[in-house]
């Protein structure tokens, strides 16, 4: 159960579009199409912004959205804005019934 | 509206046992199965384990398996973590999470990933 690996930080100026990747193994992200992403905010719990690799909840801006290609899964956003800054967590459904996320990635809305 | 409220977080010495509680609240229970997740202090999540809706299945992360045990009591509308054998890398702050039940996995009778999340409870193991 290897974390998944995304970068540490990314930043973009606002009106930009950003991406971030989490890469795995076959035996994750390679092998579900169930990559989800989660956005924290500083003292706060984790949110939901993205299931199945490119579904968005009610409620989820569709400035997020998701892709994912081999053992590698993306999250964009497009058009930042300053309430983006925040932490973002992949997270991969595995072949042992569990799941593991990606070690986080911090966005910076210069 | 959905709401879970965790309790139980300590300060225990390492080798003590600690049980976290998170009762939930605005949806029906007995229907959804639950997750834990861990965050230690200034790092990312941790998946800890998770419980089917019925208690029929439960799979956990090799860092806690054999010492963690998640259990719930439907009619209290309440999941449980018993934490045996705490260790200092076990210092965290502990959320569970409601499954995401429209998530294709669920169709697919597999683990669905984490929807609604608590505030969490904190988690210290120190001497």
């Known amino acids: 159960q290897s974390a998944l690996t995304q970068p540490a930080s990314v930043s973009g100026s606002p009106g930009q579009s950003i991406a971030i990747s989490c890469t795995g193994a076959?035996?994750?992200?390679?092998?579900?199409?169930?990559v989800s992403w989660y956005q924290q905010h500083p003292g706060t719990a984790p949110k939901l912004i993205i299931y199945?690799?490119?579904n968005r909840p009610s409620g989820v801006s569709d400035r997020f959205s998701g892709s994912k290609s081999g053992n590698t899964a993306s999250l964009t956003i497009s058009g930042l804005q300053a309430e983006d800054e925040a932490d973002y967590y992949c997270?991969?459904?595995?072949?042992?019934?569990?799941?593991?996320f990606g070690g986080g990635t911090k966005l910076t809305v210069l | 509206q959905v709401q879970l409220v965790e309790s139980g977080g300590d300060v225990v010495q390492p080798g003590r046992s600690l049980r976290l509680s998170c009762a939930a609240s605005?949806?029906?229970?007995?229907?959804?199965?639950m997750h834990w997740v861990r965050q230690a202090p200034g790092k990312g999540l941790e998946w800890v384990a998770v419980i089917w809706y019925d208690a029929r299945n439960k799979y956990y992360a090799d860092s806690v398996k054999g010492r963690f045990t998640i259990s719930r009591e439907n009619s209290k509308n309440t999941l449980y973590l018993q934490m045996n054998s705490l260790r200092a890398e076990d210092t965290a702050v502990y959320y569970c999470?409601?499954?995401?039940?429209?998530?294709?996995?669920?169709?697919?009778?597999?683990?669905?990933?984490?929807?609604?999340w608590g505030q969490g409870t904190t988690v210290t193991v120190s001497s």
């Open positions: 605005g949806f029906s229970f007995s229907s959804f199965g």
């Open positions: 076959s035996s994750d992200v390679g092998g579900y199409d169930y």
């Open positions: 997270s991969s459904y595995t072949s042992v019934s569990t799941w593991v």
């Open positions: 199945d690799v490119n």
């Open positions: 999470a409601r499954i995401l039940r429209y998530s294709s996995a669920w169709y697919s009778g597999l683990v669905p990933p984490m929807d609604v």
